[in-house]
């Protein structure tokens, strides 16, 4: 299996219900990034978490860390309609400084 | 922000027909820029990792042939998909990374190519 896997496949909630996106990988990290990625579009960047911080937050999402079991989640607070997209996890090597990609969560946001 | 402009958005063409698509960093300097090619519902697979002034380094599998990979200045890199066959349709992403502390910069992406082959 590869670096970088995103459960659930495919979330469907209720505007104004919280998601909740899970990755694990496999290798040793400098920092974990979370990105989200519109239908037909490039990634937009959303957060980045070190491998030395267990929590970060940035408006309506709160992503933590947890190195010990090499995952990560992904809380987004208070969905949207327009929060509906694929959203992926990218882990830095530290070895070979290269970022993987999970297969990504598709969240669709009813409103 | 950080922006990354990716040309064309769209391309279809014939088989046989080489394609190039471009990647520009528009306000930072990317040393080292990043193709990727996404097919339907998946993640994005890298391909290679282009360096600025040097040879791109490519991932397993990926024929540096078929994807000519330029990175001539430091806001630019060229993906060149040769004599393109219907197999090599897919959604093709650039993205950069600003050079300061890499490996703890996020990457900026470009708005990806959907490339169609007849």
């Known amino acids: 299996s590869q670096q970088g896997e995103e459960d659930p496949q495919a979330l469907s909630i209720q505007e104004g219900e919280n998601a909740t996106m899970n990755c694990s990988y496999k290798?040793?990290?400098?920092?974990l990034q979370w990105y989200r990625q519109n239908s037909g579009r490039g990634l937009v960047h959303l957060i980045l978490?070190?491998?030395?911080?267990r929590e970060k937050h940035s408006g309506r999402l709160r992503v933590t860390l947890d190195t010990s079991k090499k995952s990560s989640s992904l809380l987004i607070t208070a969905s949207r309609a327009a929060d509906t997209a694929s959203y992926f996890c990218?882990?830095?090597?530290?070895?070979?400084?290269?970022?993987?990609f999970g297969d990504g969560t598709t969240l669709t946001v009813k409103p | 922000g950080a922006v990354v402009s990716q040309h064309p958005s769209r391309v279809i063409c014939k088989s046989g027909t080489s394609v190039k698509i471009e990647c520009r960093s528009l306000?930072?300097?990317?040393?080292?820029m990043f193709w990727y090619r996404q097919f339907p519902k998946k993640s994005l697979m890298l391909m290679a990792t282009?360096?600025?002034?040097?040879?791109?380094?490519?991932e397993q599998g990926v024929e540096k042939d078929k994807f000519l990979i330029n990175h001539a200045s430091l806001t630019l890199s060229t993906l060149t998909v040769t004599s393109a066959h219907p197999e090599d349709s897919s959604f093709y992403i650039c993205?950069?990374?600003?050079?300061?502390?890499?490996?703890?910069?996020?990457?900026?992406f470009g708005d990806g190519t959907r490339l169609s082959i007849l």
């Open positions: 993205s950069a990374r600003e050079p300061r502390g890499v490996s703890n910069q996020p990457q900026h």
């Open positions: 282009s360096n600025e002034g040097s040879k791109a380094t490519y």
């Open positions: 978490i070190r491998s030395n911080e």
């Open positions: 306000d930072f300097q990317a040393t080292t």
């Open positions: 990218a882990t830095v090597d530290t070895n070979a400084g290269k970022s993987t």
């Open positions: 290798t040793s990290i400098n920092n």
